[in-house]
């Protein structure tokens, strides 16, 4: 794979975090699999994001990732026939790791061949499907015509909602409403505040990789809840990340200092059902 500047190498950054997680003495979410994609170029590009500021966002993203996989784990223990639909799934592996559920990948189609590559969908015990999908020249409502409107689904979306402008979120709301009348979606949303505060150097990196965040609001949520979802669940990511001991915040900055802040970045479960909408 030639070096070069594209969405995918952002990827990498999301999987080295849990490649260094789960190399570490008590791992929060423990993805033994990252490490297969951590080759000579991943960890190239993982060594931009080597700087110690970092550190706390690198824990915040592996539990970003916890978060999720026990609210999936949840899902499957109710209806293991669940089909999770993951859009821009870069290096995700919870197919491989969660017992359960159907699972769709949708991603850019040079990542979806290097993910085949390095992690073939014949050693997924789960029904793992891949759909190469460049948003450039295709479109994703064509991508969702094989699959079964009638299963149980629920949408992940991951890591990639901070590259896309408010008006290319609505749009993406408003296919994922009109294809599946029933389903649920779990997704993590950062304020503006939040990310002017604490993401600036992370904010940098990514403007050289080609992929600059466009966070506009501190609202994040109305877009879901004006095109017809019910927010069902709230995660702060900080919190969970203080519960879990891996960072020390004394109460009382949490109460004063972090009260603002401590939900500025959280993972959401929406549900959306057709009579919903307004």
């Known amino acids: 794979m030639s070096s070069k500047q594209s969405v995918s190498d952002t ?5 080295g975090a849990r490649f260094q997680d789960a190399k ?24 931009k994001f ?9 824990i915040a993203n592996a539990t970003r990732h ?3 996989d026990d609210l999936i784990k949840n899902i499957v223990e109710k209806n293991p026939e669940t089909v999770f639909i993951l859009i821009g799934s870069g290096f995700d592996t919870r197919a491989y790791r969660i017992k359960g559920g159907k699972w769709i990948e949708i991603d850019d189609p040079e990542l ?11 050693q997924c015990k789960n029904v793992i499907q891949r759909i190469p999908y460049d948003y450039k020249t295709e479109s994703l409502v064509e991508k969702f015509q094989s699959i079964n409107k009638e299963d149980p689904v629920t949408f992940v979306i991951e890591g990639v909602l901070f590259y896309l402008e408010e008006n290319e979120i609505n749009t993406l709301l408003n296919q994922l409403t009109a294809n599946f009348p029933n389903h649920k979606l779990i997704c993590d949303l950062q304020q503006y505040e939040f990310f002017k505060k ?21 609202e994040p949520e109305k877009n879901f809840i004006d095109c017809g979802y019910k927010e069902l669940e709230k995660i702060s990511i900080l919190e969970k990340v203080i519960k879990l001991g891996k960072i020390k915040i004394p109460k009382i900055l949490l109460k004063t200092i972090f009260r603002k802040t401590i939900h500025g970045y959280s993972v959401f479960v929406f549900d959306y059902r057709g ?4």
């Open 112 to 122: 979806i061949s290097l993910k085949n590559k390095q992690l073939s969908r014949s």
């Open 11 to 15: 990827a990498y950054y999301c999987c």
């Open 50 to 58: 080597d700087n110690k500021k970092l550190k706390n966002g690198k």
């Open 66 to 68: 916890r978060i999720i």
């Open 198 to 218: 604490y993401n600036k150097i992370l904010s940098k990196i990514m403007d050289t990789l080609g992929s600059p965040f466009k966070i506009f609001s501190n």
């Open 275 to 278: 009579n919903n909408k307004k």
């Open 24 to 47: 570490s003495n008590e791992p929060v979410c423990g993805d033994i699999y990252a490490q297969v994609f951590m080759d000579d170029y991943g960890l190239e590009i993982f060594s």
